[in-house]
């Protein structure tokens, strides 16, 4: 009979163990579970600078989550989302963003230098999120739903980008790269 060494001693070949309490394992390689793990960001006020940014994204994570509450600026240039492998990546997207409005025109706007938020050149506070998706080959699909609180507005967002490396970073800045965050709070969860 083949035994095993286990926590708290030896168990036989084909034994199940039941309930173990494992204190301070150390697992080796990339994890391999049934479900997903999803871990959270620390969120941030969106209250200064020019662009909210989250760096430190492991290596394995194939989903992320932008989440932006009551986060508005001072200005009324449109916002884009931007991914980066080691330095934020600024040409190369493929997206755009639309603006729906009840009772006017939908607004369409197409984006090169990030996944781009319609805002239509107006002042405004949004609440929503992005869902970032690894395609493979470090390629990644983005599709993000907003709202304007107090008001009959939507935007949606997305796009694809192909990174030069693996996803480590996402930025939240605007198109002209002068306004500043001036409200709320932005955080990621990543799986």
Do not use: C, H
């Not at 739903?145 to 507005?153: E, I, K, T």
């Amino acid at each position: 009979m083949a035994l095993t060494q286990v926590a708290g001693g030896l168990i036989a070949s084909g034994q199940t163990i039941t309930s173990p309490t494992l204190s301070s394992p150390t697992i080796n390689g990339t994890p391999v579970m049934g479900a997903s793990v999803i871990t959270s960001g620390t969120a941030v006020a969106s209250t200064s600078g020019t662009a909210i940014n989250f760096t430190g994204i492991p290596s394995w994570v194939k989903r992320v989550t932008v989440i932006l509450n009551g986060v508005s600026t001072s200005g009324s240039s449109n916002w884009i989302l931007q991914l980066g492998s080691g330095s934020i990546t600024s040409t190369g997207y493929l997206g755009s963003g639309a603006r729906f409005t009840n009772g006017a025109a939908v607004t369409i706007a197409a984006y090169t230098s990030g996944i781009g938020i319609n805002i239509d050149n107006a002042a405004a506070i949004l609440g929503g999120a992005f869902t970032l998706t690894l395609l493979g080959s470090n390629k990644w699909s983005i599709t993000g739903l907003f709202s304007r609180p107090a008001s009959d507005s939507i935007f949606n967002a997305i796009g694809t980008i192909d990174l030069a490396g693996v996803l480590d970073r996402v930025r939240l800045t605007t198109v002209n790269g002068t306004d500043t965050f001036d409200a709320g709070s932005i955080n990621i969860l990543y799986e």
